[in-house]
């Protein structure tokens, strides 16, 4: 009995050890949970490989929400990226000058900004912070809230003489924009297909512009009616989305998803000369609602005067 015992007690240490063993660490990312065992974390990016695996991979620490080690403890990470749903939140854009920061993020593409002042007088900041904004106003209508500067030049305000006229005061940014939030494209696919939309919204910021310009549409028929249409045809090429609606104008031959909300959906189409936003509300957006409730109770009324 005693022999039966201790071999229990045998057992049971072994397995516990052995479970023990094989539990992984586990990196809880934006849309998924990865099972690894971590080697390294360092200030920017951390190590792990794969359970059975000796390759080491590599991921920027702003990509991770919170790594669960085997052991139960936890270490949770505070992003500095922000959320950038509208025009409105160009501030939130998080600029960079450390590539490191933008490891793993999705690349949108790349910006250029130059600033010059009107007179010798010019504030170099007022330049500077002119420049800047539009890099932000830029990638935000391109779907992105991170910018990494690449090149920065700076140039004072030169005071000339009667022989050598003065310059005022320049700033040009060379800068990539990236996003840590991925397009769903799912969520994007099923809320195209299902779903009628309302043009409210056309954005645009000129290539020689600092501040965008807005128009904002009021598409309804004899009656007031909120003119809603489908999106028609959703075209995926590397991990984009892009559209063709018929109903409305707009250059090129397709416009490119690049935020997708609760109720509303951002398409986009750049070219050398800007950068155009559409704003689209769905049926199911509370403007969109009211509207139509607004419609057929006004109706409502009318039958039931006469």
């Not at 991979?57 to 949770?76: C, H, P, Q, W």
């Not at 004072?156 to 006229?165: D, L, S």
């Not at 549409?217 to 004899?222: I, L, N, P, T």
């Not at 950068?275 to 509207?291: A, F, H, P, R, T």
Request: no cysteine; charged share 25%; net charge neutral.
């Amino acid at each position: 009995m005693k022999n039966l015992l201790l071999l229990l007690i045998i057992l049971s240490i072994t397995y516990g050890v052995s479970l023990s063993q094989t539990k992984n660490d586990k990196l809880f990312l934006q849309h998924e949970t990865k099972e690894v065992n971590v080697k390294e974390v360092s200030n920017n990016t951390i190590k792990y490989t794969y359970p059975g695996e000796d390759v080491i991979y590599s991921i920027s620490k702003t990509l991770v929400d919170k790594i669960e080690f085997s052991n139960g403890r936890a270490e949770v990470f505070e992003s500095p990226f922000q959320e950038v749903n509208s025009i409105m939140d160009v501030p939130k854009v998080f600029v960079t000058f450390n590539p490191t920061d933008v490891e793993g993020l999705e690349i949108k593409g790349d910006l250029f900004s130059k600033a010059v002042g009107v007179t010798t007088l010019s504030s170099v900041n007022n330049v500077n912070n002119r420049a800047l904004k539009k890099l932000k106003t830029e990638a935000t209508m391109m779907g992105a809230n991170v910018l990494y500067i690449g090149n920065q030049f700076q140039r004072g305000n030169q005071f000339g003489n009667e022989y050598t006229p003065g310059n005022s005061t320049m700033t040009t940014y060379s800068a990539k924009a990236y996003s840590s939030n991925s397009l769903n494209i799912a969520a994007a696919k099923e809320m195209i297909e299902n779903h009628q939309f309302y043009q409210h919204q056309r954005i645009e910021l000129a290539r020689n512009d600092w501040n965008p310009t807005f128009k904002v549409f009021q598409r309804v028929d004899k009656d007031l009616m909120p003119i809603l249409f489908d999106l028609g045809e959703i075209i995926e090429k590397d991990g984009d989305l892009f559209l063709a609606p018929k109903e409305f104008k707009f250059k090129g031959a397709h416009l490119q998803v690049v935020r997708v909300g609760d109720d509303m959906i951002t398409l986009m189409q750049r070219t050398d000369k800007s950068v155009v936003n559409y704003i689209l509300l769905s049926d199911n957006n509370e403007l969109v609602k009211n509207q139509i409730k607004m419609v057929q109770q006004r109706k409502e009324n009318k039958n039931n005067k006469n």
